[in-house]
């Protein structure tokens, strides 16, 4: 167990609708990270926040959007969801921020859009 | 951009014998490389890690080599045991703060 907790473990629902994926990272993490796994496309970074600040964005489409609490759990918004948004998607902590942090992984939510 | 060629995507192996992933790179100011294990159903968990100023670190059966030079990177799992079955990622850490991950590699242990 990582310590990094994500809900809902799974999510099925409709093109076009909204979602929000939650995340809680390890005691005392400042650092989320967001990553998508797709069958077609593998890990790819999305997003990561560093103590409520938005510090780098990877591959993230413009109809998804993150962010990070006072508290430091992080939430995924999906909007306008198409097909090929089904993925799995993960978020990880870490300490501190920066090159070469380890990151911690969590279970992750399996998006399902139909 | 930077990118992470990871070979092979599976590999079969007897119990017992040993196994070797490798990835290459192509930004050489990458300075930190991680890699995954994956289990069916889990997120990726960490199990070794290797430093641009470190060129082998071992723990227990398993073993990392990084080679700066020639921008490729190696696990090694020796001893390899059913548990051992799951997908493997190479990943780096290149540019900001963003994380390359390689393709994965299926590695079956075949008891």
């Known amino acids: 167990d990582s310590g990094v907790t994500q809900t809902p473990k799974h999510l099925i629902t409709a093109t076009g609708q909204r979602v929000t994926l939650r995340c809680s990272p390890r005691s005392g993490d400042l650092s989320v990270y967001w990553y998508q796994q797709s069958l077609d496309q593998g890990l790819q970074f999305l997003i990561q926040y560093y103590n409520g600040e938005e510090r780098a964005k990877g591959n993230i489409l413009e109809r998804f959007s993150a962010q990070q609490f006072p508290d430091l759990h992080s939430e995924l918004n999906l909007s306008s969801l198409e097909l090929g948004d089904s993925a799995l998607y993960f978020c990880?902590?870490?300490?501190?921020?920066?090159?070469?942090?380890?990151?911690?992984f969590g279970p992750g939510t399996r998006l399902t859009v139909l | 951009g930077e990118n992470v060629e990871q070979h092979p995507s599976t590999l079969s192996v007897q119990e017992g014998d040993s196994a070797v992933i490798k990835c290459t790179y192509s930004?050489?100011?990458?300075?930190?490389f991680p890699w995954y294990k994956q289990e069916l159903g889990k997120g990726p968990q960490l199990i070794i890690d290797i430093r641009s100023n470190v060129g082998e670190k071992k723990d227990q059966r398993i073993a990392v080599t990084l080679n700066k030079t020639a921008k490729h990177f190696s696990l090694h799992i020796t001893e390899t045991q059913p548990e051992d079955s799951a997908v493997y990622f190479c990943?780096?850490?290149?540019?900001?703060?963003?994380?390359?991950f390689g393709t994965g590699t299926r590695l079956k242990v075949l008891a």
């Open positions: 990943a780096l850490a290149s540019g900001t703060y963003k994380y390359i």
């Open positions: 930004d050489s100011a990458s300075n930190y």
């Open positions: 990880a902590s870490s300490g501190e921020t920066g090159l070469g942090v380890t990151q911690y």
